[in-house]
């Protein structure tokens, strides 16, 4: 009998389904499974992921899904970071509830890359000025500046302010931060990369392939990831060099 990641994988890799059959065939076997397991996060996960791809997008599915996974376990930081950035997709901002969950986040967690993201998380507020975005910004590095996101963000406000030294500062340890980079644009100049990577810097790979696992840890880690995509890159590298 095949394990549920067995059959997933059948599914994804499947020459006889559109990407649309893919994604209801997934989504009823996890639905089917959940029913089962439904206090299975990775499935939860695995569901949120499935069905946001186009031509589905479900984004009432995904919020339920990290909905779910904090109603058994209102502590997983990670499904509430998800959730925030779900919102933040689907409506360019997060709600109230998402809010006050991130803000008791904030009050209880001790993980500093936590609370980075938490503080990340907060500029997507609705009603959030543009001081209290500098506010969080500037805490979500002061907790961990080994992200990126975090990082490019507050540069682009330093750079509305004029404070393109500090500007330049955090895109330049941004691309220090970067571990992995997945090729989208063959045309990518690596060598003018080369000088900004650490030592900690992996190397170059193809672009993951939807639905693949990879593609799915690929989305779920948006916020906290350093393993970005060449185009993410393009325009922190051109602007660095124009500072310079």
Same mark, same amino acid.
Request: a negative charge; proline letters at 4%; charged letters at 30%.
């Given at each position: %009998? @095949? $394990?549920?990641?067995?059959?997933?994988?059948?599914?994804?890799?499947?020459? +006889?389904?559109?990407?649309?059959?893919?994604?209801?065939?997934?989504?009823? *076997? #996890?639905?089917?499974?959940?029913?089962?397991?439904?206090?299975?996060?990775? *499935?939860?996960?695995? #569901?949120?992921?499935?069905?946001?791809?186009?031509?589905?997008?479900?984004?009432?599915?995904?919020?339920?899904? %990290?909905?779910?996974?904090? $109603?058994?376990?209102?502590?997983?930081?990670?499904?509430?970071?998800? =959730?925030?950035?779900?919102?933040? *997709?689907?409506?360019?901002?997060?709600?109230?509830?998402?809010?006050?969950?991130?803000?008791?986040?904030?009050?209880?967690?001790?993980?500093?890359?936590?609370?980075?993201?938490?503080? #990340?998380?907060?500029?997507?507020?609705?009603?959030?000025?543009?001081?209290?975005? #500098? @506010? @969080?910004?500037?805490?979500?590095?002061?907790?961990?500046?080994?992200? &990126?996101?975090? *990082?490019?963000?507050?540069?682009?406000?330093?750079?509305?302010?004029?404070?393109?030294?500090?500007?330049?500062?955090? =895109?330049? +340890?941004?691309?220090?931060? &970067?571990?992995?980079?997945?090729?989208?644009?063959?045309?990518?100049?690596?060598?003018?990369?080369?000088? @900004?990577?650490?030592?900690?810097?992996?190397?170059?790979?193809?672009?993951?392939?939807?639905?693949?696992?990879?593609?799915?840890?690929?989305?779920?880690?948006? %916020?906290?990831?350093?393993?970005?995509?060449?185009?993410?890159?393009?325009? &922190?590298?051109?602007?660095?060099?124009?500072?310079?």
């Amino acid at each position: %009998m @095949y $394990s549920i990641r067995e059959n997933l994988d059948k599914i994804y890799t499947s020459q +006889q389904f559109t990407t649309r059959q893919k994604i209801l065939k997934a989504e009823e *076997l #996890l639905d089917r499974q959940l029913v089962l397991e439904p206090q299975n996060t990775d *499935l939860w996960f695995e #569901l949120a992921s499935v069905v946001l791809e186009v031509p589905e997008v479900d984004f009432w599915k995904s919020l339920e899904c %990290m909905r779910q996974v904090l $109603s058994y376990d209102p502590k997983n930081s990670e499904a509430l970071l998800f =959730l925030a950035f779900i919102h933040y *997709l689907h409506r360019g901002y997060v709600d109230s509830n998402t809010e006050n969950l991130l803000d008791k986040c904030l009050e209880s967690e001790n993980d500093t890359q936590i609370k980075s993201l938490c503080y #990340l998380a907060k500029t997507w507020g609705d009603k959030v000025s543009e001081d209290e975005v #500098l @506010y @969080y910004l500037e805490k979500s590095v002061e907790y961990d500046d080994s992200f &990126i996101k975090n *990082l490019i963000t507050l540069a682009d406000v330093y750079h509305k302010q004029g404070r393109y030294r500090e500007e330049n500062n955090l =895109l330049t +340890q941004a691309l220090k931060n &970067i571990e992995k980079i997945y090729l989208c644009n063959e045309r990518f100049d690596k060598e003018k990369l080369k000088p @900004y990577l650490n030592s900690h810097f992996i190397g170059y790979e193809p672009t993951p392939l939807p639905f693949s696992p990879s593609y799915n840890q690929f989305k779920k880690f948006y %916020m906290m990831r350093i393993w970005i995509d060449s185009a993410m890159v393009e325009p &922190i590298l051109e602007k660095v060099t124009s500072i310079e």
